[in-house]
């Protein structure tokens, strides 16, 4: 099924939106992660890829197709600024913006992990049960799999919690603490609804 | 199964489902067989459940509201007289979905329309106000003018990745294509998308 003369970089790049989907077999996903700890290009694409499989929550063609049909029938009135902010942007673009400020956020925390990380380039990406984790990660947290990308973010945020990996094969997310905060982080995770599990990963007692 | 025991097997890599997984019992096999049986109301509990997935579906590839209804419509009926025919090959999520997708590109021949894939978007980027533009442009209708600049099929298959949450397997399964079609499509959808996303990759970089 999969050509062996592919090139790997071509194929792991084709296949980065299943992988952030959790939609891939073990050894396209395999595959994958083995490329991505070497190709920093695809560490980007990866994270882009996110950022528009967020944004794309957002999106509801159904509302987009009915909208349009209606415009037509508003004719040239449509047209005007007054009729496109109380028609148009209210009730769409609202939640896109919160998606475009949540996605502009959500990079800025990423880049500033993987700035770090790029310096140390075999360390650059791991998946939880295929190698250890990287030094800094000293927490793990499993969302509520409805858990949206803003309250996931603000949970974060909230709990001075950066981003360290993740999603894994358990879809956990791998995370950095401060040491002297990290208890009370924990604490204040598990008792989120969103929060399926938090854990400390370095078998230190929270 | 215990919380601990749950908390376990999702470390260990069992994935918690998606709503499309879940949808997926055997219970729509049973209901399939009902439904061949002629039971009406097992066939209005099938309709229920897939309504709202086959409509969002269907508005990437017809993209006309009035239309998508008489497809969907076209389809679940589809499903009521061939239902006999389902020897479970595929799931039933993937055969109704693949009827769909059938119906759909029928019905988008068969109504031919000037501009199925081009939305007025270019004309009213250009007639609104600035600020307006700029402001529409940085958030969702970015996205939404993207979307529309892409084929039936492209949108389709991004749709049926991010949102249905399908297996590039099943996605060429429903559009009867060879999956590496499938990956292409999305290859290309993704660039098309990215660029015009706020906040662009090339920006974060």
Redesign the interface.
Known sequence: MNDPSANPHDEAEELLPWYVTGKLDAADRERVEKHLTECADCQAELRAERALAAEYRDYSPEVEASWSSLRERLGPAAASPVAANSNWWHPISRPGMAGLMAAQLAVVAVTAVTVSYLNQPTAAYRALGSAPVVASANAIVIFQPQTREDQLRRLLNDTGAELVGGPTDADAYVLHIPDQSRTAAIATLRKRPEVVMAEPIDGQAS | MNKIEG?IV?????????AFERQEAPRDTQLLERIAARDPKAFEQLYRQYQPRL??FL??IV????L?EEVLNDTMMAVWSTAGNFRGASKVSTWIFAIAYRQGVKARMRWDEPLPDL??NDQ?SS???PD?AL??R????A??EA??SLSADH?AV??L???H????REIAEIMDCP?DTV??R??HA?RK??TV?????RD??
């Open positions: 908390v999702r470390l260990m890599g069992a994935r918690p489902k998606t409509s969002r508005v990437n993209k006309r509201p009035q998508v939305p007025d009213e007639d609104i106000a307006e402001h529409n940085r958030s969702h209708s996205l939404v979307m529309g949108r991004v749709d990745t991010y949102f949450g399908l297996g590039y999956i990956k292409t999305m290859f993704r998308l990215k996303i706020p906040g662009d990759a974060w970089l």
